[in-house]
């Protein structure tokens, strides 16, 4: 009941703070008054409003969507493999750490780059965000393995807890703060990145495309629209799945 | 279970030296001995947590083992139950955990204490949920290292007839500083000296 009643005024507070920035938004737009340099919070949901109700719209929004979950779904996936085998082994962690380094440190329009050389436009999203997403998820899971308590460790070492076991009850309840801020954070770089890859190589039918083309137009309502549709994408999409992940946490946390 | 020339150095510091010991099969053996004297490094060696520098172990290889540690070492998110329940064999773990709640509550642990998060249980309710898991689990060795430290003077002696009871026929070794603790255990009790 507290923490319900604590969540609400939170929302309420955060509430109000978005209408804060849309009303000086607003103003700031009256105040320019040139539609082509600051449209308009009202005309952007104008804008919005009205493509709602078209299929291309839709069409671009599932395009970019699967492309861009699939690419940090894939990269959340390799990266707990890659982390457990190199908590587990100092080789595999020495061996991965140059590829993580570099994959972290090369800007991701040599990637888009070389992405549309060896591949399709098609497949550029995913591969983008699945290589953007999968290093920050792997350091943090790292981070999170070496944290578990050794003492622990120790314990189910001398009781020979089976693995599955020790698993639910000590690992995972430890990794799995690490594994959140992680995802959290690479969420939302999949998006900017996959975003970006989809306006720099133009697959067909993309939000990456739709965006181009309001600027090739200098439709600034459509453009905010757009902006506004994967904000609120990414951010539904990272609530749905931290959601996810902390109730798989709390069904694993028993024996 | 023999023990023999068993020497572990820190540093400079002999902490065993060249130790001797027996532990007669379905007995508790007592270990005392002031603070330094290698009591808890004698049970780390056992427990295979920390290598020897010298000496040898027998009758240990491929054993099952069973600790109460100096720390509880429990797993602070899950209940009572569930913390004995994760050590025990496969058959144990499946079956209802009537057996385990039953034990909790013979050294004084019952209600909502079972199935809270043990963080939320004091220092000495832990300190039995430690022993108990250690009672419970299927072991051909039992280390108790200051299993009884935290415990009020009344639950010490309560649990420490539960455990004494327990370890009847099974090979444990309990480490206490304490000659009243000591003196409640049959077995051979053996005094190590000081550091060297």
Known sequence: ???????????????????????????????????????????????????????????????????????????????????????????????LAPLVLT???????????????????????????????????????????????????????????????????IDVPAVMPYLQSGSRTAIGLAWKSGIAA???????GSIGEQLYQSKIFLSTAELFSWTLVIVLLAFTFEKLFLTALRRTALALGGT | MEISGLTKRFGTTSVLDHLNLTLPDG?????????????????NILLGLLPRDAGT??????????????????????????????VLDDGAHRQRPDAVRAELAAVGLAGEDLTKPVAQLSGGQRRRVAIVRAMMA??????????????????????????????????????????VEAAR?????VSLGGPR
């Open chain 2, 138 to 179: 299927h072991a051909d060795l039992t280390v108790l290292d200051e299993p009884f430290k935290g415990l009020d003077e009344e639950t010490k002696d309560r649990v420490m007839g539960h455990v004494r009871d327990r370890l009847a026929g099974r090979t444990a070794l309990l480490i206490t500083h304490d000659p």
């Open chain 1, 1 to 95: 009941m507290t923490s319900t009643t604590s969540g609400s005024r939170s929302a309420g507070r955060l509430a109000l703070a978005v209408l804060f920035w849309l009303a000086v938004w607003q103003v700031a737009s009256l105040a320019i008054a040139q539609d082509l340099l600051l449209v308009s919070p009202l005309e952007v949901i104008a804008t919005l409003a009205a493509q709602l109700g078209t299929a291309p719209f839709w069409s671009a929004v599932g395009y970019s969507f699967l492309r861009i979950v699939a690419g940090f779904l894939l990269a959340l996936l390799a990266a707990v493999l890659l982390a457990a085998a190199a908590g587990a082994s100092q080789v595999v962690r020495t061996l």
């Open chain 2, 57 to 86: 172990v027998t009758g240990l290889a491929g054993a099952r083992l069973a600790a109460v540690f100096q720390e509880d070492r429990l797993c602070e998110h899950l209940s009572a139950v569930a913390n004995v329940r994760l």
């Open chain 1, 198 to 204: 989809e306006v720099i190589g133009l697959p067909q």
């Open chain 2, 27 to 43: 007995v508790t053996t007592v270990i005392m001995g002031p603070s330094g004297s290698g009591k808890t490094t004698l049970a």
């Open chain 1, 103 to 169: 994959i972290r440190s090369v800007p991701v329009v040599s990637f888009i780059i070389l992405v549309l050389i060896w591949a399709s436009s098609g497949s550029l999203s995913i591969v983008i965000s699945f290589l953007i997403a999968l290093p920050v998820i792997y350091t943090n899971v790292l981070e999170g393995i070496d944290q578990r308590d050794g003492k622990l460790l120790e314990m189910a070492h001398v009781f020979r807890v089976p693995l599955l076991r020790r698993w639910r009850a």
């Open chain 2, 185 to 189: 255990f049959d077995g051979p009790h």
